[in-house]
């Protein structure tokens, strides 16, 4: 099974807003609102972020906004902070497999 | 506090065999799926295998199928995963997460790691 498509990398210096971007198929990403975001930093846990595309958990900053745009779905981090350095993943609901899907990351780094 | 805690890495040759638990707390635990998901040394995250709230219904990522077994004791809070005839494929560091109707993971483990290497 394909995993979700990620760019490897992604930066900007703080206070600046960046994307990253998630692409999948009509099978997952495209057909269904059950995309998550999860933030890990080095040696951690991952960390949800963002769940049904575009919902934000008690105590994520609103920094964090989520869209979906046909097969792509989008994590924006505005207002970038050092803290926000750290790998983000996408993950979707698929009618492929009874798991899911995840990307294959990217490394967001805060100039 | 909602918490889940992993236990029973550790090192192990090819082709042998470790158990590890995920005990949960804080939640009603048979509301929620459990799902097992790995990470492989400097690799992205991978689905591992999944089981529902009452422990009838699992799933396995093609790449375990056969050789990881999940169940879960509702009674002890705990979920298992068993995994037999290890491959150094398998080594990584293996979280338990639960699950919600969204299908999105919002309580991780700190995670357990598992080497497989003679």
């Known amino acids: 099974q394909s995993a979700l498509t990620q760019p490897p990398s992604a930066s900007g210096s703080p206070g600046q807003s960046v994307a990253i971007s998630c692409t999948g198929t009509?099978?997952?990403?495209?057909?269904?609102?059950?995309v998550s975001w999860y933030q890990q930093h080095p040696g951690k846990a991952p960390k949800l972020m963002i769940y049904e595309v575009s919902k934000r958990p008690s105590g994520v900053p609103d920094r964090f906004s989520g869209s979906k745009s046909g097969n792509t779905a989008s994590l924006t981090v505005s207002g970038l902070q050092a803290e926000d350095e750290a790998d983000y993943y996408c993950s979707s609901y698929t009618d492929s497999n009874n798991l899911g899907l995840f990307g294959g990351g990217t490394k967001l780094t805060v100039l | 506090e909602v918490q889940l805690l992993e236990s029973g890495g550790g090192l192990v040759q090819p082709g042998g065999s470790l158990r590890l638990s995920c005990a949960a707390s804080?939640?009603?635990?048979?509301?929620?799926?459990i799902r097992w998901v790995r990470q492989a040394p400097g690799k992205g995250l991978e689905w591992v295998s999944a089981i529902s709230g009452g422990g009838s219904i699992t799933y396995y990522a093609d790449s375990v199928k056969g050789r990881f077994t999940v169940s879960r004791d509702n009674s002890k809070n705990t979920v298992y995963l068993q995994m037999n005839s290890l491959r150094a494929e398998d080594t990584g560091v293996y979280y338990c997460?639960?699950?919600?109707?969204?299908?999105?993971?919002?309580?991780w483990g700190q995670g357990t790691t598992v080497t497989v290497s003679s």
């Open positions: 997460a639960r699950r919600l109707p969204s299908f999105a993971m919002d309580v």
């Open positions: 009509s099978s997952d990403v495209g057909g269904y609102n059950y």
């Open positions: 804080g939640f009603t635990f048979t509301n929620y799926a």
